[in-house]
């Protein structure tokens, strides 16, 4: 029997024809749940909805025609290792010769066939067109098949008689492919790219749902799980104020409430109210970590997606040796995902999977929590996102506990959307002591013995990893008796794990935290004993003490601040905070709004302009540049290089300490995922200097992975005094 009696379209020998019979069965499910978003979005940007359904559906139906190429059917029947011409570019010529409905004069049928896999870019096939090989099977049933599928779901007739051929001008049909997007004006390629992530997603979802054989679960199935799980949570007793009002309101809202007022499941309720699908934005990995395994609890079928995600998901997952399949099975196909705010925001450049965000922005409810906790950059950037994807009405949640009203009314102003604001102030029983110190926050260890003998649990949270260090080893060759925990961002991902669980966990310690425990914790300890930050900053700080206010003697005490702070904070936000709290009483949300307004007020906003027009001068350049639809050919890697979304003043790369070298290389050997994961286990983001860049490798000769040789311990870090690094500005 010749390989062309029966084409096969998967290494499991399934039939074209049954892999594009389960490819439509997935499309009308989708369409489905999603046709009215779809619908009333497009037609903001003037584009019929039954020509891009349309389009859609033949991409659906031809996108793997190329397989009838005979040298696939060998590969799949003889050698999988084996190289066939792409039949991605087999089909998509096949298109570009027998269908033309375009939208925005291009042929979009025959654009997501030609890039579903591979991201689209300025020299997609232009210079590997050559198809002087090709040795089409016979398609008569095929066509037969797709033409039959046409006249049952678009109810019309389109013939596909026109056969493609090996000659030489199939590369100026690429190259005209291409020269029709670059020739579009730049509002048509911004409406272009849209209309290309939705359709370019939806192939994708029919067509890996298909290959995997599994279930659909796109959707959320909401029923009771919010509402049980909050009643299975200690000393429930009904909804507060916070989520009585969250679970009816409808549209785009900014909430402000306290910190430990049940944000989180507030939010959840928000989402059931508004969409079916959720998208859960964070500022930091350990935040997005410890969300992913609450909302886990909730709804198990849970996507998260930051650069070492890969550690916190099931490695039995399927597709798990497949990077493509594995990022769509465990994020993009989830009804709920969580991520950190940089892998969101690249998207804005088409940077990584671009369209994927984008898709998945546009028929998601997407909450921002912790709104506060960004610089000038990384704020504009978010800014920037929330006005574009509101041109598909998606609908938007902003938390904080702490938000300005200057940066309320920026959010308002910049992105078009009509959001509406609502404040909660939950006065606990018990309130923290406040005493503000007139000493340094390097003579907090006599503060911190006397606080030892009435308290268990004592929290100290500094500026910089210099201070904290300082302070943790004068901590340790002053104290006894007590367990001691140093925890900052320059620990290796499997130190850092285990640093958080004692902290969190231990009911005797002294934590010793940069402002990372600002966010990344959800502690709640007995004192505090803190250096002066930006008074958003130490409100973040006070909610990590006496969290729910059920502690009658807990203190806080605020030290002035060290020189070194300059390079994280603005001076003149740390000396208004430290004033405020000397010469006012705090007893409420009410006065942290007061302080934050005093502090935030027009110089920070025309700081926060300043910088929200250089980042849309700078990403206009960028679009342009990759014509709005093609992926921008730089790493995530290379784009922290460049500080594209966050203000730094030295760029990190993500690298092992070389102790642990030997270990993983020889994990790779085993088997190239698992060693992924152990590397990514054993990795810190690094400052990359002048200083530090003669000390960083290649990992085995690979461009992406990198060791380096300063010293390393996991009670303190990695340590740069050897290459002279002033550790205050880690």
Same mark, same amino acid.
């Given at each position: 029997?010749? %390989?062309?009696?029966?084409?096969?379209?998967?290494?499991?020998?399934?039939?074209?024809?049954?892999?594009?019979?389960?490819?439509?069965?997935?499309?009308?499910?989708?369409?489905?749940?999603?046709?009215?978003?779809?619908?009333?979005?497009?037609?903001?940007?003037?584009?019929?909805?039954?020509?891009? *359904?349309?389009?859609?559906?033949?991409?659906?139906?031809?996108?793997?025609?190329?397989?009838?190429?005979?040298?696939?059917?060998?590969?799949?029947?003889?050698?999988?290792?084996?190289?066939?011409?792409?039949?991605?570019?087999?089909?998509?010529?096949?298109?570009?010769?027998?269908?033309?409905?375009?939208?925005?004069?291009?042929?979009?049928?025959?654009?997501?066939?030609?890039?579903?896999?591979?991201?689209? #870019?300025?020299?997609?096939?232009?210079?590997?067109?050559?198809?002087?090989?090709?040795?089409?099977?016979?398609?008569?049933?095929?066509?037969?098949?797709?033409?039959?599928?046409?006249?049952?779901?678009?109810?019309?007739?389109?013939?596909?008689?026109?056969?493609?051929?090996?000659?030489?001008?199939?590369?100026?049909?690429?190259?005209?492919?291409?020269?029709?997007?670059?020739?579009?004006?730049?509002?048509?390629?911004?409406?272009?790219?849209?209309?290309?992530?939705?359709? &370019?997603?939806?192939?994708?979802?029919?067509? *890996?749902?298909?290959?995997?054989?599994?279930?659909?679960?796109?959707?959320?199935?909401?029923?009771?799980?919010?509402?049980?799980?909050?009643?299975?949570?200690? =000393?429930?007793?009904?909804?507060?104020?916070?989520? &009585?009002?969250?679970?009816?309101?409808?549209?785009?809202?900014?909430?402000?409430?306290?910190? #430990?007022?049940? @944000?989180?499941?507030?939010?959840?309720?928000?989402?059931?109210?508004?969409?079916?699908?959720?998208?859960?934005?964070?500022?930091?990995?350990?935040?997005?970590?410890?969300?992913?395994?609450?909302?886990? @609890?909730?709804?198990?079928?849970?996507?998260?997606?930051?650069?070492?995600?890969?550690?916190?998901?099931?490695?039995?997952?399927?597709? @798990?040796?497949?990077?493509?399949?594995?990022?769509?099975?465990?994020?993009?196909?989830?009804?709920?995902?969580?991520?950190?705010?940089?892998?969101?925001?690249?998207?804005?450049?088409?940077?990584?999977? *671009?369209?994927?965000?984008?898709?998945?922005?546009?028929?998601? #409810?997407?909450?921002?929590?912790?709104?506060?906790?960004?610089?000038?950059?990384?704020?504009?950037?978010?800014?920037?996102?929330?006005?574009?994807?509101?041109?598909?009405?998606?609908?938007?949640?902003?938390?904080?506990?702490?938000?300005?009203?200057?940066?309320?009314?920026?959010?308002?102003?910049?992105?078009?959307?009509?959001?509406?604001?609502?404040?909660?102030?939950?006065?606990?029983?018990? /309130?923290?002591?406040?005493?503000?110190?007139?000493?340094?926050?390097?003579?907090?260890?006599?503060?911190?013995?006397?606080?030892?003998?009435?308290?268990?649990?004592?929290?100290?949270?500094?500026?910089?990893?210099?201070?904290?260090?300082?302070?943790?080893?004068?901590?340790?060759?002053?104290?006894?008796?007590?367990?001691?925990?140093?925890?900052?961002?320059?620990?290796?991902?499997?130190?850092?794990?285990?640093?958080?669980?004692?902290?969190?966990?231990?009911?005797?310690?002294?934590?010793?935290?940069?402002?990372?425990?600002?966010?990344?914790?959800?502690?709640? %300890?007995?004192?505090?004993?803190?250096?002066?930050?930006?008074?958003?900053?130490?409100?973040?700080?006070?909610?990590?003490?006496?969290?729910?206010?059920?502690?009658?003697?807990?203190?806080?005490?605020?030290?002035?601040?060290?020189?070194?702070?300059?390079?994280?904070?603005?001076?003149?936000?740390?000396?208004?905070?430290?004033?405020?709290?000397?010469?006012?009483?705090?007893?409420?949300? /009410?006065?942290?709004?007061?302080?934050?307004?005093?502090?935030?007020?027009?110089?920070?906003?025309?700081?926060?302009?300043?910088?929200?027009?250089?980042?849309?001068?700078?990403?206009?350049?960028?679009?342009?540049?990759? @014509?709005?639809?093609?992926?921008?050919?730089?790493?995530?890697?290379?784009?922290?290089?460049?500080?594209?979304?966050?203000?730094?003043?030295?760029?990190?790369?993500?690298?092992?300490?070389?102790?642990?070298?030997?270990?993983?290389?020889?994990?790779?050997?085993?088997?190239?995922?698992?060693?992924?994961?152990?590397?990514?286990?054993?990795?810190? =983001?690094?400052?990359?200097?002048?200083?530090?860049?003669?000390?960083?490798?290649?990992?085995?000769?690979?461009?992406?992975?990198?060791?380096?040789?300063?010293?390393?311990?996991?009670?303190?870090?990695?340590?740069?005094?050897?290459?002279?690094?002033?550790?205050?500005?880690?």
């Amino acid at each position: 029997m010749s %390989y062309c009696d029966k084409i096969i379209a998967k290494s499991n020998k399934q039939a074209l024809t049954e892999h594009t019979e389960q490819c439509i069965y997935n499309y009308n499910i989708l369409k489905d749940k999603i046709d009215n978003i779809i619908d009333n979005g497009i037609k903001n940007i003037n584009v019929n909805p039954e020509i891009f *359904w349309e389009n859609s559906f033949i991409s659906v139906l031809f996108h793997d025609y190329g397989k009838h190429d005979l040298s696939f059917q060998e590969k799949m029947n003889e050698d999988i290792n084996k190289k066939a011409l792409p039949h991605a570019l087999i089909s998509a010529i096949k298109l570009y010769y027998n269908y033309n409905n375009p939208i925005f004069n291009i042929n979009m049928a025959s654009l997501c066939a030609l890039s579903h896999h591979s991201m689209l #870019g300025s020299n997609l096939f232009k210079k590997n067109s050559n198809l002087s090989n090709l040795n089409l099977c016979d398609d008569t049933d095929f066509i037969k098949f797709t033409e039959n599928k046409i006249n049952s779901v678009l109810n019309k007739k389109i013939y596909f008689n026109k056969n493609v051929e090996p000659k030489d001008y199939n590369s100026f049909i690429i190259k005209n492919i291409h020269h029709s997007i670059e020739n579009l004006n730049k509002n048509d390629r911004e409406q272009l790219r849209i209309i290309y992530a939705l359709m &370019e997603n939806i192939l994708h979802f029919c067509d *890996w749902s298909s290959s995997s054989g599994n279930k659909i679960n796109f959707f959320i199935n909401y029923g009771n799980k919010i509402y049980e799980y909050l009643k299975s949570k200690e =000393n429930f007793k009904g909804l507060n104020a916070l989520q &009585e009002y969250t679970k009816t309101v409808k549209g785009s809202t900014i909430i402000e409430s306290t910190t #430990g007022s049940g @944000k989180t499941e507030a939010s959840l309720l928000w989402a059931k109210n508004n969409s079916n699908k959720i998208f859960y934005i964070l500022p930091t990995m350990n935040t997005s970590n410890e969300v992913y395994f609450r909302l886990k @609890k909730i709804f198990n079928s849970v996507g998260i997606l930051h650069s070492t995600s890969d550690l916190i998901m099931d490695p039995s997952d399927p597709g @798990k040796n497949d990077d493509f399949s594995k990022l769509y099975s465990k994020t993009f196909f989830m009804p709920v995902m969580v991520s950190t705010v940089d892998q969101i925001l690249y998207s804005l450049y088409n940077i990584n999977r *671009w369209d994927s965000i984008l898709f998945n922005s546009y028929i998601s #409810g997407i909450i921002f929590d912790e709104i506060h906790a960004y610089d000038y950059r990384t704020t504009s950037h978010i800014v920037k996102f929330i006005s574009e994807i509101s041109k598909f009405n998606s609908n938007i949640l902003i938390m904080s506990a702490t938000i300005p009203e200057s940066l309320i009314d920026f959010i308002k102003q910049k992105s078009g959307v009509k959001f509406s604001y609502k404040k909660f102030d939950f006065v606990h029983k018990y /309130k923290s002591k406040i005493t503000v110190m007139g000493e340094n926050i390097l003579l907090c260890i006599s503060k911190l013995k006397e606080l030892i003998k009435s308290f268990d649990k004592i929290l100290i949270i500094v500026n910089t990893i210099g201070t904290a260090k300082k302070i943790f080893q004068m901590a340790q060759d002053g104290i006894n008796g007590i367990e001691i925990v140093l925890f900052h961002s320059q620990f290796i991902y499997k130190d850092r794990q285990d640093k958080m669980s004692e902290i969190s966990n231990s009911k005797k310690i002294i934590a010793v935290c940069t402002q990372i425990a600002e966010v990344s914790l959800d502690i709640d %300890y007995d004192a505090l004993i803190t250096e002066s930050a930006p008074p958003d900053s130490l409100i973040q700080r006070f909610g990590r003490v006496n969290r729910y206010g059920k502690k009658e003697n807990a203190q806080i005490y605020i030290y002035k601040w060290e020189e070194n702070s300059e390079y994280i904070y603005d001076k003149k936000y740390v000396e208004a905070s430290y004033n405020f709290f000397k010469n006012y009483k705090y007893i409420s949300n /009410k006065e942290a709004k007061d302080i934050i307004n005093y502090t935030y007020n027009d110089d920070y906003r025309d700081a926060l302009e300043k910088k929200y027009n250089e980042v849309e001068s700078y990403l206009n350049d960028i679009r342009n540049k990759v @014509k709005s639809v093609y992926k921008l050919n730089i790493s995530e890697l290379i784009a922290d290089r460049h500080n594209l979304i966050r203000c730094s003043d030295y760029p990190k790369i993500l690298a092992i300490p070389s102790k642990y070298y030997n270990d993983i290389y020889n994990e790779f050997q085993k088997s190239y995922y698992d060693g992924w994961r152990k590397y990514l286990s054993y990795s810190v =983001n690094i400052p990359y200097t002048y200083k530090t860049k003669a000390h960083i490798k290649n990992f085995n000769d690979n461009n992406n992975m990198y060791y380096f040789d300063f010293d390393y311990n996991s009670s303190c870090g990695v340590n740069y005094e050897k290459i002279n690094i002033d550790g205050n500005i880690i």
